[in-house]
């Protein structure tokens, strides 16, 4: 057993906390809404900065541009970019986009794509919800039509993080009619701005635009936008989930350390009956059991990143992860609000707010965590039958 | 970074599953909480073969030079096996004690028989005020002089042959029981663990008793309790999650197995949670204090959390069973008032959340 980062990793660790001194993150201009994940708000400006860098593409093969570096480089970066709260939203997703690239992606993708990633101009938005379809999925209704070279797509998505402001959309649609439920879906790399692309905001509890709704009105693309094998889709994209759920949420532990470093600021500075909040026994024990819970969080998260690290076969732990990382979250959202008392419902900006009013906008979209992407239900459900081998409701 | 166990800690924990499962049964195990003495001899002597109680004590003493790690490695299987005995506290807090605040000689004299299980010592600590904390004794001792007080909830101070008594300003005495004076009093529990009120009237008390006086032997002694005593959480809970599951697979309730229902997957689903979490926090403290780095934030965290934690795996494990968890015959209450019990000991979970506190930065 090891719990130690290696000195190589510490080496990079300090590398990343200079450039986060040297380039406080305070100073990007924000493209769009912080949605309180922990990976901060969108910046392309700061996305460039981490390109410039070199550190988006640091893990992927020389061949692809990048550095070959461990997969533990990523968590690092991650942890200290959310440790200083950087905007840093969509590089999850654009990580998690590349390596599906690099894996199976046609040559159209490789050369048009994956240096725009590199670089952190290439971002996007996942195509998956319909108003139909959420955690039924496979209730989906949109179609493509193949026409010659192209695929012709007809449908309507929604629930789709930062579509507005993304290069590409990652279109998940059906290409077939199959006798199995679960065949006949395929995913179209469908770059913003395509003929008959309509994406209209959907203001969010917070009064921010986070999520989209894009309308899919025969929108062509080349078939060499298929990522991944044509009406194997769904397949893939549940061999995807496990390290999809890791990469984002890796960050919310950091992320709730930060927040947990300001209540204790907060309590230890704030008097309260002539005598500081931290007195509170209260306070104190609500305080400390939330730091073992966070450090429970971040265990479980080394753990998955191990197994993911090592190949090694995983069936609930980073569903596990994510669950508890959702959840306390949003208890964490509670315990400031409380500790703020009158102050907690002013927002950010306001005159008087106090942590800059972010424990309330973190209070807000820490609802959403336990929704998007998989439903706490769904995932302990996959938990318990994947997990522990207990029987699948056979209606599922 | 890395969770996997060694080669040679993949050894003692499969030899320990192995050897447990043979020896001391879910059937042993509630013959032993329900007997009044409540040891197995001829168990204990078997342990002491397989090297279990010298594995902290050093190579050239008779020991194994295990670390901490490994023996919460090992303690883990003993809580899974709801294994009774004084284990944790001749093993694990009394030698570590030793290790710490022994003289040269009297780690050569005591060392070897704890090491062999010969000897077995126990740590005479709490007071009336209930609490874990070394300030918080309030007993004391001229020495040489005479011992009056009394000390509670020494564990298995009925087969021990030596007590360790703390006594005010950090001083430790190394007492053999059957010195004139000390008296035993059983206490009744519920876990069937043997915890004992001892009286000490007018016991005499030598220079030679005392170990040398060290301010931080109690506090690693009482961390490596804790530790032990959470490993013992975690291997109960995993045992309690094993079973659940096992139950859900095979109760058939409404035409199938009541597994197959979603009030009882995620039931399990937290369980699952809560067990590797606090599986993950004993690891990584055990390896922080193994590693020498400073760990008392770690072990209050560790102990604390995984109290809570386990102890809500053993409770909707209740809820999972239905009606058969509630019967004598069943492991599930045995393994629940384990948990139970290490909760609390070496500290609760008010004791270390405050040193949690303090650790964040709390004033």
Redesign the interface.
Known sequence: ?????TPEEQAFREEVRRFVAEHPPERYPLDGMDAGYGSGAHSRAFLAELGARGWIAMTWPHAFGGAERPM?FKLVLFEELAAAGAPFGPLAGSWQTADAIIEYGTERLRREVLPAVARGEATFWQGYSEPGAGSDLLSLTTEAKRDGDTWIIRGHKIWSSHAGIATHGLVFTRTSREARRSRGFSMLVVPNGTPGMQIRPIRSLTGEVYHYEVFLDDVRVPADTMLGPEGEGFQALLNGLDSDRFWGRYYKAPALERV??QL??H??TTIVNGA?L??DPVV??R???M???I???R??F??A??LLRDGAPIS??TA?AK??ADELGQKLGRLGMDLLGPWGPLREGSRGARLDGRISHDYLTSLGHTIAGGTA?V???T???R???????KRA | MDFALSPSQQLLVATARDFLRKHCSPETAQRLALDERGFDDALWRRMAELGWPGLLVPGDLGGSDGSLLDVVLLVEEMGRAGLPGPFVTSAVVATALLLAAGGAEQQRRLLPALATGERIATLALVEAGGSFEPHAVTLGCEVPGRLTGTKLFVKDAHVATDLIVAVRDGDLLWLPVDRSGIVRLPLDTLSGEKLFEVTFDAVDVGAEDRLSRNEDALGAALAAGALARTAEMVGAAQRVLDLAVEHAKTRVQGGRPIGGYQAIQHACADLVRDVDTSRGLLYLAAWKVSEGQPAAGDVATAKAYAGEACLTVARRGHQIFGAIGYCEEHPLHLLHKRIQAASVDFGDAGQHLETVARSIGLR
Do not use: S
Not at chain 1, 1 to 5: A, D, I, L, S, Y
């Open positions: 057993m090891e719990f130690g980062f533990f947990l470093r204790v600021d309590a230890n500081p931290a007195r104190r024990r305080l400390a059991g730091a073992t819970e450090a429970a969080l265990v479980l080394h753990r990143a191990c609930y732990e596990v669950v508890m239900e995932l302990r459900t938990i318990a039958v997990g522990l081998g207990l029987p699948a409701d």
